[in-house]
């Protein structure tokens, strides 16, 4: 079975500066990908980025970067540049690679941007 | 980009009646559908599969005659919460992915939130 943990219930950042939230996994199948998304008050969840269990470098999507280290089964998310509107609660996922789709998902983080 | 349309965005009903909520891919075709359910400050739970032109697939503990689905068309998934109680009061939110493009992500609706009074 899937499993998805975000140990960081909160986490707070000044604007512009850079915040990590973290992810781990644990699966025992070798194809997988994982998702970030970000769901701000109004409910709605935004992609952020995807990383394929067999992709050799780590995703990158504007001011998001995703730092996956598969030996530790970690996909901690990287936001650079924080903005005011990055305060939201943001979701780590997993499926299963040719599953279309059915994801599992983490407890989330509620991320708070501060002046 | 792909956009999934979630329907209605709330709606509040009386404990026993009925509701059903509406998802629709707009731009492409989806041969499967998820509904997840989000209680609040939760993650999101996924409840059932929906397959076109089949029965939906659900999960563990998940009522298949209290959570009706029908995914009718390659576009077109329904919910139906059936005899509606206050602990049905939850989050709903649909998900599909465009199956005609490679690597493509789950896209969401942006949900529908039920109040069972």
């Known amino acids: 079975a899937q499993k998805i943990t975000q140990t960081q219930p909160g986490m707070f950042v000044q604007e512009k500066e850079a915040v990590t939230l973290d992810c781990t996994y644990d699966?025992?199948?070798?194809?997988?990908?994982l998702f970030w998304y970000k769901q701000p008050s109004s409910g709605e969840m935004i992609f952020l980025i995807y990383?394929?269990?067999?992709?050799?470098q780590n995703a990158t999507e504007g001011r998001y970067s995703l730092n996956f280290q598969k030996a530790r089964k970690s996909a901690n998310l990287v936001i650079s540049a924080s903005q005011l509107g990055d305060s939201a609660m943001y979701f780590c996922a997993m499926s299963y690679t040719g599953t279309a789709s059915k994801l599992t998902f983490g407890t989330g983080t509620r991320l708070q941007v501060t002046l | 980009g792909a956009v999934v349309s979630q329907h209605p965005s709330w709606v509040i009903c009386k404990s026993g009646t009925s509701v059903k909520i509406e998802c629709r891919s707009l731009d492409f075709q989806a041969t499967t559908m998820f509904w997840y359910r989000q209680f609040p400050k939760q993650s999101l739970m996924l409840m059932a599969t929906?397959?076109?032109?089949?029965?939906?697939?659900?999960e563990q503990g998940v009522e298949k005659d209290k959570f009706l689905i029908n995914h009718a068309s390659l576009t077109l998934s329904t919910l139906t919460v059936t005899s509606a109680h206050p602990e049905d009061s939850s989050f709903y939110i649909c998900?599909?992915?465009?199956?005609?493009?490679?690597?493509?992500?789950?896209?969401f609706g942006n949900g529908t939130r039920l109040t069972v009074t």
């Open positions: 929906s397959n076109e032109g089949s029965k939906a697939t659900y």
């Open positions: 998900s599909a992915r465009d199956m005609g493009t490679s690597n493509s992500p789950l896209h």
């Open positions: 699966t025992s199948d070798p194809s997988y990908g």
């Open positions: 990383q394929g269990s067999y992709d050799q």
